[in-house]
């Protein structure tokens, strides 16, 4: 039985592909797999052929899966941008993956003047224009049926840019090209997450499909034939609502979603009736102890985490029981075998912080960066995300902090996420990020920016009252220096936290008080 929405819309034409959970649209596997065939030929006629790229500046809305499916059979690379990106940047993404086509929204007008004088050559069709550039237009001059000459397409993410410019991640081929070929993330759902095969799965996807997780999950989904339940944006109690509304099963969160839905009114958490869900995946960032305990003992043991990366190099699972047995662990290795290793590249005894590396025999390059893809690999073949943690006895993984966020204070390596873990499970606050910014006398110094609860509590009092809580788990040496409250933090909407941001402000601010960077 074939795994694809070519099978399902074949067999089951009129079953629910996507759902909007705002507008209520909605589209069927038939007319999905037909505005998929129409893109494909679309492709073509814009001069987009097999291995050539094209970009996708979108917010989430239900055409998104017409781009998804039509490229996926069509042999091409569908280049997902940031919705949060400026015009240069966005530019910078498309001249670097040499794309043929933008594909945009009346959304996003206000950047394309930019974009267009950037890239001159650039063809461009725009969602809601009306005028000659219009999607829905040139899409609906374009024939239906199945596209002839079906080969595996793929997607380039482009990572966020936390630490520097975005990098585009060149997936390595598909073993078989065929479309509707198996690929490894369906045994990861089915096997690792339990997800359903029999079409059931309802499945609530909160993020931006820009990111890797929603775009990957979601294209799972509908390889199991399962309803993608898609928010345009994520809002908590909206969130608890859908569950209720469209008796969603599955769901895949990060852990500032956690957090927003433990701070609201206890009145409205237990509001709703979430008895259809029965699995949660998370991902994206090591999750508080405290706040997951608190998730598993609302939303019962159904919470499956895991770690991977954009790369797709591995991944690690663990499901509640195990978690519970071991709190902070992110699981054994699923896909990939994991190593970890000290600063000499040799392997660590068990308990011993290190750089995570994946074994793995598919690996991903750095497109046009060599260099970045030779400074991820081990001398073995191992691949890293620049991510720090150890192992336990039993393989089980635990991470501590990425490499790029780690402070150096006084010759002492200090790792934010311990720290900014702690300040989000304090009752008044909402949100939180630790930087270092340079300092004379240490080097750097530890800054906590904070998003209070209610900015009126900001000021001298709640900083005494976060630094007494701190004291209990925290060394001095770790202790923040310095508190800024602040009403929000720069965060993607899939709850990536742009601390680069943070830390450039705090550097120029520095430099401009004549302190050594």
């Known amino acids: 039985m074939s795994m694809h929405p070519i099978a399902h819309a074949a067999r089951r034409p009129d079953h629910p592909a996507v759902i909007m959970t705002g507008s209520g649209k909605q589209i069927t596997y038939g007319e999905m797999e037909a505005a998929a065939n129409r893109f494909a030929r679309l492709l073509r006629t814009y001069g987009v052929g097999k291995g050539d790229a094209f970009a996708v500046l979108l917010e989430n809305r239900i055409e ?59 063809k461009v069709l725009v969602m809601d224009a009306g005028d000659a550039s219009d999607f829905a237009a040139a899409l609906a001059a374009e024939d239906a049926s199945s596209f002839p000459d079906q080969t595996a397409g793929m997607v380039m993410l482009y990572s966020s840019g936390t630490t520097g410019r975005p990098k585009g991640i060149r997936p390595a081929p598909p073993e078989d090209p065929d479309p509707q070929a198996a690929v490894p993330l369906i045994g990861l759902a089915v096997m690792g997450a339990g997800m359903p095969t029999d079409g059931s799965m309802v499945y609530l996807s909160p993020a931006p499909l820009y990111h890797a997780a929603p775009i990957g999950w979601c294209s799972v989904v509908h ?153 991820a690999m081990h001398p073995k073949g191992w691949m890293t995300l620049g991510d720090i943690g150890h192992l336990d006895s039993h393989g089980f993984l635990y991470l501590t902090d990425r490499k790029s966020h780690m402070i150096i204070s006084g010759g002492v390596n200090i ?73 929000d933090l720069p965060r993607e909407a899939n709850g990536k936290l742009y601390k680069r941001e943070l830390r450039d402000e705090y550097a120029a601010r520095a430099k401009a008080e004549g302190v050594a960077a």
């Open 64 to 122: 998104y899966f017409t781009l998804i499916w039509g490229s996926q059979r069509s042999g091409t690379m569908l280049v997902p941008i940031s919705s949060r990106l400026t015009a240069p940047e966005a530019a910078y993404i498309i001249r670097d993956s040499e794309a043929k086509l933008l594909i945009t929204s009346g959304t996003f007008a206000p950047l394309l003047d930019q974009i267009r004088s950037e890239c001159p050559r650039l």
């Open 223 to 375: 390889r199991l034939g399962g309803t993608v339940v898609m928010m345009e944006k994520f809002d908590p109690e909206e969130a608890l609502k859908a569950i209720e509304r469209y008796k969603v099963t599955d769901s895949q969160w990060v852990p500032t979603h956690f957090v927003r839905f433990l701070k609201l009114d206890p009145a409205i958490r237990t509001r709703y009736d979430l008895s259809s869900h029965a699995r949660a995946l998370h991902a994206a960032a090591p999750c508080p102890v405290p706040i997951k305990r608190e998730m598993i003992e609302w939303w019962g043991p159904i919470i499956n985490e895991y770690y991977a990366g954009s790369e797709m190099i591995g991944m690690t699972l663990v499901k509640s029981e195990h978690w519970l047995a071991k709190p902070g662990t992110v699981g054994i290795a699923v896909h990939g075998k994991v190593h970890v290793c000290g600063p000499d590249g040799e392997e660590v005894a068990p308990g011993t912080d290190g750089l995570i590396y994946f074994e793995n025999e598919n690996l991903p390059t750095y497109h046009n960066d060599p260099t970045k893809t030779a400074e």
């Open 415 to 487: 790792y934010p996420q311990e720290i900014e873990n702690l300040l989000v499970t304090h009752e008044k606050v909402m949100d939180a990020a630790v930087i270092g910014a340079p300092c004379p006398d240490l080097g750097e110094k530890v800054v906590a920016v904070v998003q209070p609860k209610d900015m009126a509590d900001a000021g001298e009092a709640l900083e005494a009252e976060l630094r007494e809580f701190l004291s209990a788990s925290l060394s001095k040496i770790k202790m923040p220096k310095l508190f800024d409250f602040r009403p």
